[in-house]
């Protein structure tokens, strides 16, 4: 069973421009969840989408967005980038809402200039 | 808020020999449950071990351990027989069981860095 797929691995963007990032959940999870990672405010929790509808929402500007595909799909968008976004961006699915065994995949590092 | 805290931002052992990172954390939630999550250089997080907050035995997986202490909010990860591949970062987290009102995502700690000395 393939996993968390998530693209694109790397992305460089500049301040002000937008940027979105792909996740592909495991075959038969329909849980989606965000998590940015940097070296000083560690692993946070950006978001996660269930059924197409965002369940639950971290404490993240509204720059921060994200929308589920009827296939389970997941991407996240950030708008008018700052150099603050600069991070590792991990995706992580699960079954459904309520199950707490997350599988991350490898994550899409964004470098902001 | 519930918080995770790792106080040990770097560990080193022999390999071989055994090893234990430390977590505490808070929460005023009666059901959850903890995890020790690995980060390996290839960034991808992968679970370590998982313990139910309403089941007394520690989980074990393997050369994995855990001593999870719910009064005393402690859930410290013993490594037995080190290995070379073990060598990465460690993560401990937190997550509400499920209430019907959704979940708050995973909160981890800072993370512990673990060198494995040949």
Request: proline share 3%; with cysteine.
């Amino acid at each position: 069973k393939a996993g968390v797929t998530q693209t694109p691995r790397y992305l460089i963007k500049t301040r002000g421009q937008q940027v979105t990032l792909s996740c592909s959940p495991i075959s038969g999870h329909r849980s989606v969840s965000w998590y940015q990672q940097t070296p000083g405010q560690g692993l946070q929790f950006l978001f996660e989408y269930f059924s197409e509808t965002q369940r639950n929402k971290g404490n993240f500007p509204g720059r921060f967005s994200g929308r589920q595909f009827s296939n389970s799909r997941s991407e996240m968008n950030v708008s008018t980038l700052e150099l603050g976004d600069s991070a590792l961006y991990l995706c992580a699915s699960s079954v459904g809402v309520g199950d707490e065994k997350l599988f991350f995949g490898s994550g899409t590092q964004l470098s902001v200039l | 808020a519930q918080t995770v805290t790792q106080s040990q931002p770097e560990m080193s052992v022999q390999e071989a020999e055994t090893v234990t990172l430390s977590c505490t954390y808070d929460t005023s939630e009666s059901d959850y449950y903890l995890f020790w999550y690995k980060q390996p250089p290839s960034r991808q997080m992968i679970l370590v071990i998982r313990q139910e907050a309403y089941k007394q035995q520690n989980a074990t997986e393997n050369r994995f351990s855990v001593n999870f202490q719910k009064a005393a909010k402690s859930f410290s990860l013993k490594i037995s027989d080190s290995q070379l591949g073990d060598a990465a970062m460690y993560f401990c987290a937190y997550i509400a069981a499920y209430s019907g009102g959704g979940a708050d995502g995973l909160t981890f700690g800072k993370g512990t860095h673990l060198i494995i000395q040949p």
